[in-house]
């Protein structure tokens, strides 16, 4: 009889998984290492618009600050937004979208209304208002995030939840006096952990697109690194148009951006595969 292959076993033949995997890797590690090892870009030299060299990585830019520097500082930033963004969003989310999943009533139909609210309001316009009156703290603009981000979330897993809860294992569960809480947590939640799992690295990703659109606009936190800022900078040094143009000042951190979502929605699609073997 064929050995049945793990989950494990296909995640680990994904490429894309694991490109994925390594990217994030390396960035977790890059933000939790790389500001001990490197000072805080701060103050300013004269090596003003220095292109990329031995002495600068990634050259500097116009306070003659290291590119370099800036991007492992706004690393550790994007991780920390992001992972705050994914916490308030799992904390609302989750429940009450298994609850509006397993249960019918008038709780369960204001859930819906209220999920179909949020995901029909533009989110940058009222992340702009609340980051305007809450301020501009980097915990701030991540809890305003993490609130715009649970509907998308509760969504998919009340979509998950009306699918599982029809299964014959929820109802023995029922039928055995377990109580909701347990089932919902521990057979509901588990089972629809893919789609869950996929839309958590969308929430990552898309935290870090909404905090770089906040500085860029200058609506992030002045006073910490992130790649958002480094670009805003960029912009207001007018340094995309200047000639000879310091193509490494707005470049790079632009790259950042797309390597780190890129590298969380791979690893989500690829998790999605792992737990779902029907989509294999």
């Known amino acids: 009889m064929k ?17 994925g995997l390594c990217g994030v890797m390396l960035i977790v590690l890059i933000g939790l290492i790389g500001p001990i090892l490197i000072p805080k870009p701060e103050g300013y030299t004269t090596d003003i618009l220095q292109a990329p ?9 116009g306070l003659g600050l290291d590119i370099f520097a800036q991007l492992v500082w706004g690393a550790r930033t994007s991780l920390y937004v992001s992972i705050l963004t994914l916490l308030v969003a799992a904390v609302i989310g989750l429940p009450l979208g298994l ?7 008038i709780l369960s139909d204001i859930i819906d209304a209220v999920v179909d609210i949020f995901l029909t309001i533009p989110m940058l316009p009222l992340t702009i208002i609340m980051a305007a009156i809450m301020g501009s703290n980097i915990t701030n603009v ?3 995030l993490g609130i715009f981000s649970w509907p998308s979330l509760a969504r998919v897993t009340k979509n998950s939840t009306l699918k599982i809860k029809e299964m014959q294992y929820i109802e023995a569960a029922g ?16 089972n629809a952990s893919g789609p869950v ?51 490494w000042w707005w470049l790079m951190p632009s790259l950042c951006i797309v390597v780190y979502v890129v590298c969380f929605n791979l690893l989500g699609t690829a998790l999605n595969d792992t737990l779902n073997p029907k989509g294999r």
């Not at 050995?3 to 490109?19: A, Q, T």
């Not at 609850?99 to 009533?105: A, E």
């Not at 500085?215 to 960029?234: E, M, N």
């Open 53 to 61: 060299s031995a002495a600068h990585w990634l050259g500097t830019d």
């Open 142 to 144: 991540a809890l305003i």
């Open 197 to 247: 799992f996929v839309n958590l690295t969308l929430v990552m990703a898309s935290a870090v697109l909404s905090e770089a659109s906040l500085s860029f606009l200058g609506l992030g936190d002045p006073t910490t690194w992130s790649w958002g800022t480094i670009l805003k900078r960029a912009w207001s040094a007018n340094a995309v148009i200047t000639n000879p143009n310091p193509w």
């Open 3 to 19: 050995k049945r292959k793990s989950g494990f076993y296909y995640f680990l033949h994904n490429r894309n998984g694991m490109i």
């Open 175 to 190: 039928c055995l006096g377990i109580g909701k809480a347990r089932i919902l947590f521990k057979h509901v939640l588990i």
């Open 99 to 105: 609850i509006c999943g397993y249960t019918r009533g």
